[in-house]
Structure formats: C-alpha cells, structure tokens
C-alpha cells in the first residue's frame, strides 16, 4: 500500500512541477534575481547551512542578499511579512521568525532576513525598502509560484536509495533533479559525487563538505566560554537527522555520555530542561551540547545547573572558485535576461 501511495504520490508531484513549466505566466517574478536552495528530503539535507554559506558569499562579490524564508514552525504566526533582520540589526523576534530563520539572522550580518508564506511579498519588501540585490530562496525547492533564475539543489548519497512519501523521505522522485541548474551533494568523497551525478543525470554538481564550529556557551547569566573536543558531553538534537549531528561530534573529539533526539524544531519546555539535565547528570556529562537551531529555542529556559553549549553547522562548496564563478555567471545572466 505505501509503495503504491509512494508512486501517486510523486507522480502528482511531477504533475504540479509541469504544469508550472507549462505555464510561466503562473510564477511571479520578483525584480532583483532569486537563487532558491531546496533539496528533494524532508529536513535535513543541509539547505540553511547552505543558505548561509551563500549569503556570505554573495556579500564578498558585493551584493545585498536577502534570506526570504517562510518560518516554518513559529509560535505566532502572524500575518503579512516579519522582518526579522535588516541587514545591519536584528528588529524581529524568535516567536514570530521561526527558528531557522532566527538563527540565520543571529549569525548574518549585512544580510536581511525576511519571512512569509508569500515569497514574492517578502521578496518584494527587501527590494524597496531594505535594498535587496539578490534573493535566497530558503527551502525553495518546491516553492513553485515564485519564479527564480538559479535552483540549487542538495543532496547526499543516502538519497539515491531512498523512497518518495509515505514510504520514504523524498518529496519528489530522484528525476526531479534534472530541473536544477546545479546539485551540492552533502558529505560525499569525489567518487561518490560522481556516482550522483551519473545517477541524477546532471551535469552541474559541486561537493559540499560539513563542517562544525566551535561549542559555545552562551547562556544568560554565564559566562562565555568554548568547550574542548574530549570534555564528556550529553549531546541533544531535535533536527530531521539527529544520528548525524552526534556522528560529526564524535568525529570532532566529544566524548558522548549520552543522546537524546527530539522531532524537528522541537518547542522545548521547563520540563524537557529538567529532564535533560538530570539524563545528563546521572552518566557523568559536564556539558549538554545541541545545535545551533536547538539552542535558539532553549535560550529562554537558560540557564541550567549544568552549562549548555551549541555548535553550529557550516557547509563549504567545492571547488570554491567554480562554484563563485558559476554563481556570479548565472547573476549576470538573469540581470541579462531582465534588461
């Protein structure tokens, strides 16, 4: 029944993606060019590490980036569109932002971060009045209506084995990647990078490698500090992949007493926070480590008995150099196109 579910599932997906190349009168299309970073799995595939790493590229080739983001999971949900940062201050809050777009306007500065379930809307908003010169299109995939002229798409090997919904993870089928201009394929040796390449049928395809930053303690009331690769940790997640994350940290030299995972954009509790600190207690952990996107929500419950310290993702495109001339290529050919 799920292989058969799986099969009407992606065969309407497909549906929807023709009918919009069928029909380009039916995306709106925004003034300044539109870059969309999307990936075929549910959570993830490294999409807002990505979305980072472009902003700051683009701010090193001199443009004037603007994150739109729909802010999945926000406390409130408010309508219209949430500026969450101007490009030089944060203006917005935690509850109405959603925390992955919470987190990117933390750690991007220059960069304007805007949400709505209204791209064009939001899009719209940083061209006139926070002077956008570019778009990223966060999670934008699938995002359909609005039209774009670069589709990043990402990607691991995992991904080749795996199913559409409900069987597996996919949204779309593995063929769906031939409609973007380049695939990043996510924590691949350059074997395997070609093996994807072959198996997607894509000409364009760049490596990404993962890489974790420093553990910090950024607690209120706490006094900043880092925590050193061998300190005994109790790690904590609630991401889509949350076996990864505690993979890298082992590879980084943590010493893990214990995990736990929760669901994806997980709304911690004043219990959730008892709970973890006595789990990571009683097996002798020092430290309660978790990510970036984690430590965004447990902000407010902080500070514990034990300190809490996050670590943020970052994805680095290789080869640097092709991939920024194949970025600034496709800039010069939408502004090209719209002249």
Not at 294 to 319: F, H, I, M, Q
């Amino acid at each position: 029944m799920r292989r058969t579910l799986s099969r009407l599932y992606g065969a309407a997906a497909w549906r929807r993606r023709r009918w919009y190349a069928c029909r380009p009168e039916a995306r709106r299309r925004l003034h300044r060019p539109v870059i969309s970073v999307g990936g075929l799995r549910v959570g993830g595939s490294g999409k807002t590490p990505l979305t980072a790493h472009l902003a700051r590229l683009l701010l090193a080739m001199g443009e004037r980036p603007a994150v739109l983001s729909r802010g999945y999971g926000r406390d409130d949900a408010v309508d219209g569109v949430v500026v969450v940062r101007e490009a030089g201050r944060i203006v917005g809050r935690l509850t109405t932002a959603g925390d992955e777009p919470w987190m990117l306007a933390r750690s991007l500065d220059g960069v304007s971060v805007v949400v709505s379930p209204d791209r064009y809307l939001a899009g719209r908003l940083a061209e006139v009045h926070l002077g956008a010169t570019v778009h990223l299109l966060d999670d934008g995939f699938q995002h359909l209506p609005l039209a774009r002229g670069t589709d990043l798409l990402v990607v691991s090997p995992s991904d080749l084995e795996a199913a559409v919904l409900p069987a597996g993870p996919l949204r779309e089928r593995l063929s769906t990647a031939r409609c973007a201009d380049a695939v990043v394929v996510v924590g691949a040796t350059e074997e395997q990078r070609g093996a994807v390449a072959d198996r997607l049928e894509v000409s364009r395809c760049f490596g990404a490698r993962r890489r974790l930053g420093a553990a910090l303690v950024r607690a209120p009331r706490v006094k900043p500090g880092e925590v050193a690769p061998g300190t005994p940790v109790f790690a904590v997640a609630g991401i889509a992949r949350p076996q990864r994350f505690f993979d890298d940290l082992r590879d980084a030299g943590f010493v893990l007493r214990g995990t736990r995972a929760f669901r994806d954009h997980h709304p911690y509790s004043s219990r959730d926070c008892a709970r973890l600190q006595e789990a990571a207690r009683s097996v002798g952990a020092e430290v309660i480590l978790t990510t970036e996107k984690d430590g965004v929500r447990l902000e407010s419950l902080l500070p514990l008995v034990l300190p809490v310290a996050t670590v943020a993702l970052a994805l680095e495109v290789e080869p640097a150099d092709t991939f920024r001339a194949f970025l600034a290529e496709r800039l010069a050919a939408e502004r090209s196109a719209a002249a």
